[in-house]
């Protein structure tokens, strides 16, 4: 017998119900399942809400370069530093499925797996307190390792998460359990960003934070003692906070209920694995035009990290407006989570991987048709219009990043067979790593051609992406 989640009549599995004017087959929702929704949505959403704002002390983009510049690293150890965040998750996922679908429950390879991403993390901490930073490359090498070894951890922990996730929340409701995780955490995160201005003493942040509001922060975090250190003190504990709020959010989802798997699989090599991975490329038409979509977003998002510079070095717009870029760019993503989350949940997954595809195309677009010799007309002297102009570029590209980040996730959740789910997801995640190096391709594109190149070859991607996105199947069709 299986159970309906809105009526909760019981029915036979395999029948279906109309409610809330959508078609619910049972072989995907059954009684076990609803057992654990609640428990487990609201303990996903704290583990994903804390994880985010303790990586928010640990930014990749901001944080990190910001430490690595500071010590004396090269532009080439802060964009190793940043490409780790994406590599570190990726590449294990392929190990992580062969381990997971062995095992009817995943539980305890998640706890498993979860220990050392948090000694990781903590470790990056200790490793700020007790290497001496006068011997760089010792610092630096120790420092990288950690780095690597915590989101290496995360990556193989991320497999098993993700299934207990998949067996218990219902498809029509994974949308908003990823939205609501990405909206909570990037609300923290944006405290997250006024403590770590109060401890690295970046007071400008009153001005855009809101005075109140930044006033009574630093208050709390002087009375705790952890403001006026010096250089590198003052960043490990920047790190250890966020190390302790990934710790919690690990630990928390221990605590998630998580039935058996339907079917498992024998061991096989790892060899064996990954050539089964490849037989889905090869066999599954649709799962290969995702793989693709997936590459031309990393395609299209290669030039996130060249808008500010493009706006401060060829339109000669203040330095000091890389403030209010950054905060239109979290802002607009942690607005769009609600937005995303309520469309998946209600219309499916291929529709907001299509919207955010043909997005995609408008922020270089936008670029293009700028002069790159512009400046402030005699009609706009402070150059406000222009400024609008790539304040844009920033607000689109946050909202259509947070929406791919989700429905890269769900709509692989959901159009995934149930018996090789961990094969699917952690095949597609291992062999998309590479692409996450796409902004060094970016630089290198700069370098030899220019800018405009790379905003014309990130425009082309997009418009790729929209083609094979309106080609992906719609998962809740096939099962009505």
């Known amino acids: 017998m299986s159970q309906c989640p809105y009526t909760r009549a019981y029915t036979t599995k395999g029948s279906t119900c109309n409610c809330h004017d959508q078609r619910v087959t ?8 609803h057992k654990y929704y609640k428990r487990n949505f609201l303990l996903g959403v704290v583990n994903g809400s804390l994880i985010n704002v303790g990586m928010a002390f640990l930014d990749p983009f901001t944080v990190l370069p910001v430490f690595i510049l500071k010590l004396g690293g090269s532009a080439v150890t802060v964009g190793l530093v940043s490409a780790l965040h994406g590599v570190g998750w990726f590449l294990p996922q392929v190990l992580g499925s062969r381990l997971a679908e062995t095992r009817r429950y995943l539980m305890n390879l998640y706890r498993l797996t979860s220990i050392p991403r948090v000694l990781g993390f903590v470790g990056i901490a200790v490793i700020v307190f007790s290497v001496d930073v006068s011997n760089k490359t010792t610092f630096l090498t120790a420092f990288i390792f950690a ?6 951890a995360g990556g193989l922990a991320g497999v098993p998460m993700l299934e207990i996730v998949s067996k ?3 498809a029509t409701r994974r949308g908003g359990f990823f ?6 955490g990037g609300i923290l995160g944006i405290f997250a960003g006024m403590i770590v201005g109060v401890i690295l003493g970046q007071g400008a942040q009153r001005v855009w934070m809101g005075g109140w509001v930044f006033d009574m922060i630093e208050r709390g975090v ?5 403001v006026g250190h010096a250089f590198p003190t003052d960043f490990g504990i920047v790190f250890l906070l966020g190390a302790i709020c990934i710790s919690c959010g690990t630990i928390v989802f221990f605590l998630a209920g998580e039935p058996s798997a339907a079917s498992v699989k024998e061991s096989a090599r790892l060899l064996d694995h990954v050539r089964s991975g490849l037989t889905l490329l090869r066999e599954d038409a649709n799962y290969r035009r995702f793989y693709l979509a997936r590459i031309c977003w990393q395609f299209t998002a290669m030039a996130f990290p060249f808008y500010a510079s493009y706006a401060c070095d060829q339109l000669r717009i203040s330095e000091h407006m890389v403030g209010l870029f950054l905060s239109v760019w979290v802002g607009s993503g942690v607005f769009s989570n609600y937005v995303w989350g309520q469309l998946m949940d209600r219309k499916g997954n291929k529709i907001v991987l299509t919207i955010t595809a043909v997005l995609a195309a408008v922020p270089p677009l936008i ?4 002069d790159a010799g512009m400046g402030p007309s005699p009609h706009d002297p402070a150059g406000t219009g222009l400024l609008l102009l790539v304040s844009g570029t920033f ?3 946050g909202f259509i990043r947070s929406g791919r980040l989700i429905s890269n996730i769900t709509y692989l959740l959901e159009f ?22 796409s902004p060094v391709f970016g630089g290198i594109l700069i370098q030899i051609f220019n800018i405009r190149t790379l905003f014309w070859i990130s425009m082309v991607f997009a418009i790729v992406n929209v083609y094979l996105s309106t080609r992906l199947k719609e998962p809740r069709n096939a099962k009505a």
């Open 222 to 226: 002087r009375g705790l003692g952890l």
């Open 179 to 184: 939205g609501m995780r990405r909206f909570v």
């Open 26 to 33: 049972f072989e995907a929702v059954d009684k076990p399942q």
């Open 147 to 152: 780095i690597f070894f915590a989101y290496f």
């Open 168 to 170: 218990t929340i219902p």
């Open 367 to 370: 670029v293009l048709g700028i």
């Open 395 to 397: 607000c689109i590209n």
């Open 416 to 437: 995934a067979p149930e018996t090789k789910r961990p094969l699917y997801v952690g095949f597609m995640n291992s062999f998309t790593f590479p692409f996450m190096l």
